[in-house]
């Protein structure tokens, strides 16, 4: 692969047309007017998860004053959004900043490989919907491309799936003929894929019940925030959404801090919660007790309380055993209880893929990503030119995505200022390392072996805290642990090598 092969030079390629990509873009031509930019994108249309995902109830499990951009205010009512209200609002981000012409659909992302004699990157990108090859250079790689597979989610292997008459759907892979109406649905899952879909397929299924393992914290949440509402009547879209948003922020950190601190205590609070919102002789102890504190992983948030309603006038039910064996009828239990189902919907889970799956080569060396180190949670040891978007887990994710998009930029702004053309962080190799992400999520601890590292302290720590990552923003754009390169110490040592 080379760059004479090449049909065109940016400044910035943007890899994913998501929530992270488009925010990228924004902050880029607004701070970096002069830099040329392309966002890559290889599915036919913007909106990464809003748009791929097609299952039944689709809805953001964050509040849209956090998990919206700062620069653009969310309008809608809804605080907690269906997924064609949040890609509006993305089309209408595209729309209002010129961004859509900067997008190149069936642009998949599968190689990059960066010369240091250049200073750029040679991306290799797969049209999907031709099947052909083509390569752009680059200067820079920003990956908004999320971290889990777009391709394929995770489906443990059942024993007997062969056997089952009925249909077996994927919520990644939902088709969009599938008519559930007066079927039998058994939901296998417990995070907030399932949450989401239990209440939704209730009301036009037969029956909906939602097969379990492990219990998930649930809480109500109200889909309109008053306070929100009435700030935006009163201040403006402007300010009452900035004010909005710094109330809901405040609040998810009071939240999560108090389950942190106070596990047993806020255990009990959500257990009062739920029992209240489910008839008296509800399990709740069997079916919303976790094995592990608050917030270890993450809360699932049901709006108005959809799931607790549908459990409690019948149209659903929920079942917490495991899995035998899938039978010709439906799913045999352990417990020797059988679940009849004309259809089985296996909401269990993600499969995580950093950098959109992209395979790196650094002057020939194909890069390992364990062996790779985060650096103020958005550029990697070692590797040239490249910075990555990856939000928060603990809060909405576009909190983290803002700050990562205006460091980046300030980053451009310094190294264009002294003449740089290449930065890469330089990790000490005796450094104590951990896992790239702090989370007990099944799907974070199936892929933590292939994922970078991060260090125990700052700049190396892959904050989840968003005040933490407000004070990083004061602190200098360049530090000790990054090393820079430009045109005229190239050339110093290449003359040095001849001599």
């Known amino acids: 692969m080379t760059a004479n092969t090449a049909t065109d030079h940016f400044d910035v390629l943007i890899v994913g047309a998501g929530i992270s990509g488009i925010g990228a873009a924004r902050y880029l031509k607004t701070k970096q007017p002069n830099k040329s930019f392309a966002i890559l994108e290889g599915r036919a249309n913007f909106g990464g998860t809003w748009d791929m995902f097609k299952y039944p109830g689709l809805r953001s499990d964050s509040d849209l004053h956090t998990f919206g951009y700062e620069f653009k205010p969310w309008k809608d009512k809804d605080a907690i959004a269906s997924a064609s209200k949040i890609m509006s ?23 990059a490989e960066w010369s240091s004699a250049t200073a750029r990157w040679t991306v290799e990108i797969e049209r999907t ?55 039998r649905v058994v939901v296998i899952g417990s995070g907030a894929t399932a949450v989401t879909l239990v209440p939704s397929m209730a009301p036009t299924a037969a029956h909906v019940t939602m097969l379990q393992r492990t219990p998930t914290y649930v809480m109500p949440v109200p889909r309109q925030d008053p306070f929100a509402n009435i700030a935006n009547r009163l201040l403006g879209d402007k300010l009452g959404y900035a004010v909005a948003r710094r109330k809901n922020i405040l609040q998810q950190k009071y939240v999560y801090d108090f389950a942190q601190t106070f596990p047993g205590l806020a255990r009990k609070i959500i257990r009062t919660v739920n029992a209240s919102m489910l008839p008296s002789d509800f399990p709740v102890d069997e079916h919303f007790n976790p094995p592990y504190n608050p917030w270890d992983q993450r809360l699932c948030a049901v709006p108005s309380g959809d799931l607790f309603k549908a459990l409690s ?22 417990s020797g209880r059988e679940l009849e189902a004309d259809i089985i919907v296996t909401a269990t889970g993600l499969n995580i893929q950093i950098l959109g799956g992209i395979e790196l080569h650094v002057d ?33 994710w576009t909190l983290k995505i803002g700050m990562l998009c205006e460091y980046f930029c300030d980053l451009l702004e310094h190294m264009d200022k002294n003449g740089y053309d290449t930065v890469w962080p330089v990790a000490d190799p005796d450094m104590e390392t951990r896992p790239l992400l702090d989370f007990e999520a099944g799907y974070v601890m199936r892929a933590l072996e292939k994922l970078p590292k991060q260090g125990t302290a700052k700049p190396w720590k892959m904050s989840m805290s968003y005040f933490d990552d407000k004070k990083m923003q004061n602190a200098p754009t360049v530090d000790e642990h990054l090393s820079f390169s430009s045109p005229s110490r190239r050339q110093q040592r290449n003359l040095a090598k001849v001599s």
Do not use: C
């Not at 006038?313 to 352990?334: P, Q």
């Not at 890069?367 to 910075?387: E, K, Q």
């Open 313 to 334: 006038n019948g149209s659903a039910s929920m079942v917490t055993d495991r899995i035998k064996t899938f039978t010709e009828k439906g799913i045999l239990l352990e």
């Open 129 to 183: 919907d031709t099947g052909e090859r083509t390569f752009i250079t680059s200067s820079w790689i920003f990956s908004g491309a999320g971290y889990y597979n777009y391709d394929e989610g995770f489906t443990p292997n059942f024993e007997g799936r062969e056997r089952f008459e009925g249909t077996i759907v994927h919520p990644q892979h939902w088709p969009e003929d599938l008519d559930y109406t007066g079927k």
């Open 364 to 396: 020939g060396r194909k890069v390992n990503n364990p062996d790779l180190v985060a650096y103020r949670g958005t550029l990697l040891s070692g590797v040239p030119n490249l910075a990555m978007a990856i939000g928060y887990t603990n809060s909405s």
């Open 89 to 111: 609002y993305l089309g209408e981000t595209l729309d209002e900043n010129g961004l859509a012409s900067h997008i190149r659909y069936h642009h998949k992302v599968v190689r």
